[in-house]
């Protein structure tokens, strides 16, 4: 039997690439395969999605003209180390944090081809984005298979690994700020006597309405619309000017700096 797609490991965010390459149609769950630690939670999964199991990782390579690598970080190199003797010109795609090219080079024998990626949390609901890099001289088949992967839950942009911890700072991680920004103001919302459901369905559809319109009205600069919510002396521009003051913008900045330097220490 073989596959067109193995999941070496199988942690939710493989779980939500395989969920939307089954969905898409393009990869269908019976032309899939993976391997796990908890091969018992794997079957489990299995049993109700239709995927094939693989017993070790040397199995899943034995099945799979494409791997990707979805292991923790700490976990890449002993992975690759026990399916090495397996590898038979398998494209090997990874998106496993803080994990270089030359890394993945040197822990697989030689000439095997690589690519890396770092997708996001909304690819669970087909929304994510996804950064991807490439070895200089890799086949225009290999990126056009790993776009055609991970478009099925969301967009995809090629981007120089040397700004990829720059931009897992900001995609990779990015979700949480938002979550965190919509916490605080759906507390807000609630300290203001609004009912927690209602807070909640307001603040996250603002939050949705804002980000289409800033994707749409793309000729438009951020703070251009931003100049469209604010009135002179208005309730916006009071709201704004204590944000300011509480210094919001340059610790954004600094957050994002802090999540760059971590990325640079993963493995």
Not at 110 to 118: F, L, M, Y
Not at 182 to 204: F, I, N, Q, S
Request: glycine letters at 8%; a neutral charge.
């Amino acid at each position: 039997m073989t596959c067109e797609v193995g999941f070496l490991g199988f942690g939710r965010m493989a779980q939500a690439i395989s969920e939307g390459l089954n969905k898409s149609g393009k990869m269908p769950y019976s032309r899939q395969a993976a391997s796990a630690l908890r091969t018992d939670k794997l079957q489990s999964l299995a049993d109700t999605r239709g995927f094939v199991v693989a017993v070790d990782n040397r199995n899943l390579l034995s099945l799979s003209p494409a791997v990707i690598i979805a292991v923790k970080p700490h976990q890449v190199q002993n992975a690759l180390a026990k399916a090495g003797p397996a590898v038979r010109g398998q494209l090997f795609i990874s998106i496993a944090a803080g994990i270089s090219l030359a890394e993945l080079q040197a822990w697989l024998p030689d000439g095997t081809r690589v690519i890396r990626v770092i997708p996001n949390l909304p690819a669970q609901v087909g929304r994510g984005l996804t950064l991807v890099c490439a070895p200089e001289g890799t086949r225009p088949d290999d990126l056009k298979l790993t776009r055609y992967i991970f478009e099925s839950v969301g967009t995809v942009t090629e981007l120089p690994e040397s700004l990829f911890d720059e931009g897992t700072a900001v995609s990779g991680s990015g979700p949480a700020y938002f979550f965190l920004v919509m916490e605080a103001m759906v507390r807000g919302a609630v300290r203001l006597g609004l009912p927690w459901d209602l807070a909640k369905k307001m603040v996250l559809q603002t939050a949705r309405g804002a980000a289409e319109t800033a994707l749409v009205k793309d000729d438009l600069s951020l703070a251009d619309l931003r100049d469209q919510v604010t009135s002179p002396g208005g309730t916006t521009a009071e709201a704004l000017y204590v944000l300011e003051q509480g210094g919001l913008t340059a610790l954004f900045q600094e957050a994002l700096e802090a999540a760059s330097v971590k990325a640079k220490k993963l493995k």
